[in-house]
T-cell receptor
Framework: DVKVTQSSRYLVKRTGEKVFLECVQD?????MFWYRQDPGLGLRLIYF???????EKGDIPEGYSVSREKKERFSLILESASTNQTSMYLC????????????FGQGTRLTVV | GEDVEQSLFLSVREGDSSVINCTYT??????LYWYKQEPGAGLQLLTY?????DMKQDQRLTVLLNKKDKHLSLRIADTQTGDSAIYFC???????????FGKGTSLLVTP
């Protein structure tokens, strides 16, 4: 089975902290994605990566950065966490170009206090 | 990203059929997906349809695609309480690598 694993299910961080959300996939997928999910807003793309060390901004990249040093791992970084970044964060991966299924992790519910 | 629109809520009685609708704007999309999210979980692919098809059936699920109107629907026959979840329409294969998701439709199935 394809597995996309997010390192934490729940996180509580303080305002101003630097936060790392980790995602690992075991299917050798080229593409990896970070979304945030908020009630009434659905999934919004933060960043994605189509290869090691490559990244592209999504729809809402402000306040976030990413790192992809190895193919299987895609990290989302909140440089200085703020309360408006309290959300559910979902990582996804998929193979090849645009026409394949995206597999999702279980999500990390981040609360910034 | 491109617009993908869904209604936010749907309530049906157990045993009835559910129809969840989706409209989109990107006519270059080649794959259209339906994902299901159960409470506290990530998204799981339910089914998908190629843009050169107009219908796909998979057990209790029927997907209809009207390319002219850019309208996609998911019909769940004999809806069960276990079908209560959020259903996301997603569009892919257009101008990028990422899937574009609708806001999700919360389906509530009552006994």
């Amino acid at each position: 089975d394809v597995k996309v694993t997010q390192s934490s299910r729940y996180l509580v961080k303080r305002t101003g902290e630097k936060v790392f959300l980790e995602c690992v996939q075991d299917m050798d997928h080229e593409n990896m994605f970070w979304y945030r999910q908020d009630p009434g807003l659905g999934l919004r793309l933060i960043y994605f990566s189509y290869d090691v060390k490559m990244k592209e901004k999504g729809d809402i990249p402000e306040g976030y950065s990413v790192s992809r040093e190895k193919k299987e791992r895609f990290s989302l970084i909140l440089e200085s966490a703020s309360t408006n970044q309290t959300s559910m964060y979902l990582c996804a991966s998929k193979a090849g170009g645009g026409n394949t299924e995206a597999f999702f992790g279980q999500g990390t519910r981040l609360t910034v206090v | 990203g491109e617009d993908v629109e869904q209604s936010l809520f749907l309530s049906v009685r157990e045993g009835d059929s559910s129809v969840i609708n989706c409209t989109y704007t990107d006519s270059s999309s080649t794959y259209l997906y339906w994902y299901k999210q159960e409470p506290g979980a990530g998204l799981q692919l339910l089914t998908y349809i190629f843009s050169n098809m107009d219908m796909k059936q998979d057990q209790r699920l029927t997907v209809l695609l009207n390319k002219k109107d850019k309208h996609l629907s998911l019909r769940i026959a004999d809806t069960q309480t276990g079908d209560s979840a959020i259903y996301f329409c997603a569009i892919g294969g257009g101008s990028g690598y990422a899937l574009n998701f609708g806001k999700g439709t919360s389906l509530l199935v009552t006994p």
